[in-house]
Nanobody, 112 residues
């Protein structure tokens, strides 16, 4: 399984970005997908996850601002990020379980 993350970039505080994570190879539409992030100088942290049947969980820090969805027909998950803050600056990684597959990361930078 290969995961290709995209959609990162530079945005001003209050702006929006949408990240995508496309799975290819031996994909599993019944798997769970998640996003994690690594802020500068910090450990990787959980952002959001979605189960095969669309149950979504969010970190408290992003609740009400981020929306995670999936399109099983396209083997893709989307992370809509609104009301972005400078503290959201990080490299964002997508992950699929079972199997613990990780994407390559996409940089999100939010300027104040």
């Amino acid at each position: 399984v290969q995961l290709q993350a995209s959609g990162g970039g530079l945005v001003q505080a209050g702006g929006s970005l949408r990240l995508s994570c496309a799975a290819s190879g031996h994909t599993d539409s019944t798997g769970n997908m998640g996003w994690f992030r690594r802020p500068p100088g910090q450990d990787r942290e959980f952002v959001a996850s979605i189960t095969w049947n669309n149950r979504v969980h969010y970190a408290d820090s992003v609740k009400g601002r981020f929306t995670l969805s999936r399109d099983n027909a396209k083997n893709t998950v989307y992370l809509q990020m609104d009301s972005l803050r400078p503290e959201d600056t990080a490299v964002y990684y997508c992950r699929q379980t079972p199997g613990n597959y990780w994407g390559q990361g996409t940089q999100v930078t939010v300027s104040s």
